[in-house]
């Protein structure tokens, strides 16, 4: 999640730096809520004690 996260923020520094001004807004706010869904699932898995298979 946090690496779709890093993804969409860096299309929405790119959108923002070429003047498209929507598509940097959906995007940051897309990031927002990855990132955020992200940090939830990370602290589930923290305090639950599971970690990801590698």
Sequence with gaps: MINWAVTFLIIAIVAALLGFSGIAG???????????????????????????RV
Excluded at 28 to 52: S, Y
């Design 26 to 52: 959906a995007a940051t706010n897309i990031a927002w809520i990855l990132f955020v869904v992200g940090l939830v699932i990370a602290a589930i898995f923290f305090f639950t004690g599971r970690r990801p």
